[in-house]
């Protein structure tokens, strides 16, 4: 799919909106809300807000993909994962390591919580700025049973009833930028993700793996 993305920071006395420009898989997520608690100099404390899981819309998957789908057919629609949480950040010559603990109940459909280990290393080769990443993140009952369970009322012929349980899904990454002009960047990037727990006992969830490839050009101004 063609995704169109304005990402962008600012920040003042302690109050910030910013875009993650090192992890691939959040370009099309949106930009972070926050206010930094306490600042060190390798080390920073956080209030934050931002979305955590991209939601889904089955009817518009359907209409997208011009045929039916029978397993999607009548299944409500999961909204995106927004939570508020603290953030932990430990920084490096090179990298940085952050710890994210957030509920997702005060402003999504979901009523569980998330916690994100994230690491990500920069390496400069020529004009390319290299991020390789890998990611731990801890999802709560309410949190998977929200956007792979089954309730009552979405049960069919294909889809029985099913209560979610929670789920740690390990990723890493690689994502790459390089300016090709004084205004254009190209990036690139691939992300490989695996779920642990009774995720695929789902009727709508057929693999424990996702995988992600982007490719794009960002516009400076």
Same mark, same amino acid.
């Given at each position: 799919?063609?995704?169109?993305?304005?990402?962008?920071?600012?920040?003042?006395?302690?109050?910030?909106?910013?875009?993650?420009?090192?992890?691939?898989?959040?370009?099309?997520?949106?930009?972070?809300?926050?206010?930094?608690?306490?600042?060190?100099? $390798?080390?920073?404390?956080?209030?934050?807000?931002? +979305?955590? @899981?991209?939601?889904?819309?089955?009817? !518009? %998957?359907?209409? #997208?993909?011009?045929?039916?789908?029978?397993?999607?057919?009548?299944?409500?629609?999961?909204?995106?994962?927004?939570?508020?949480?603290?953030?932990?950040?430990?920084?490096?010559?090179?990298?940085?390591?952050?710890?994210?603990?957030?509920?997702?109940?005060?402003?999504s459909?979901? $009523?569980?919580?998330?916690?994100d280990?994230?690491? +990500?290393? @920069?390496?400069?080769?020529?004009?390319? !700025? %290299?991020?390789? #990443?890998?990611?731990?993140?801890?999802?709560?009952?309410?949190?998977?049973?929200?956007?792979?369970?089954?309730?009552?009322?979405?049960?069919?012929?294909?889809?029985?009833?099913?209560t979610?349980?929670?789920?740690?899904?390990?990723?890493?990454?690689?994502?790459?930028?390089?300016?090709?002009?004084?205004?254009?960047?190209?990036?690139?990037?691939?992300?490989?993700?695996?779920?642990?727990? !009774? %995720?695929?006992?789902?009727?709508?969830?057929?693999r424990?793996?996702?995988?992600?490839?982007?490719?794009?050009?960002?516009y400076?101004?």
């Amino acid at each position: 799919y063609l995704n169109i993305s304005l990402l962008f920071a600012f920040y003042y006395e302690g109050f910030f909106i910013q875009s993650d420009h090192r992890r691939a898989h959040t370009h099309t997520l949106g930009a972070e809300l926050g206010y930094q608690l306490i600042i060190e100099d $390798d080390w920073e404390l956080d209030i934050i807000s931002k +979305s955590y @899981i991209a939601g889904f819309y089955p009817g !518009d %998957i359907i209409d #997208n993909a011009d045929k039916e789908i029978p397993i999607l057919e009548g299944l409500k629609n999961r909204s995106s994962g927004d939570g508020i949480g603290i953030r932990y950040s430990k920084y490096f010559e090179n990298s940085t390591i952050s710890l994210d603990v957030a509920t997702l109940a005060p402003l999504s459909g979901s $009523d569980g919580w998330i916690a994100d280990l994230f690491y +990500s290393h @920069i390496v400069l080769y020529r004009n390319w !700025d %290299i991020y390789l #990443n890998t990611g731990l993140t801890y999802y709560s009952d309410d949190v998977i049973d929200y956007y792979v369970g089954i309730d009552e009322s979405e049960t069919s012929a294909l889809r029985e009833e099913f209560t979610g349980h929670h789920s740690v899904k390990t990723q890493v990454e690689i994502f790459a930028q390089r300016p090709i002009s004084k205004s254009w960047t190209f990036n690139v990037g691939l992300s490989l993700s695996h779920y642990f727990g !009774d %995720i695929t006992d789902s009727p709508i969830v057929d693999r424990q793996n996702a995988s992600q490839i982007m490719a794009g050009v960002l516009y400076v101004f």
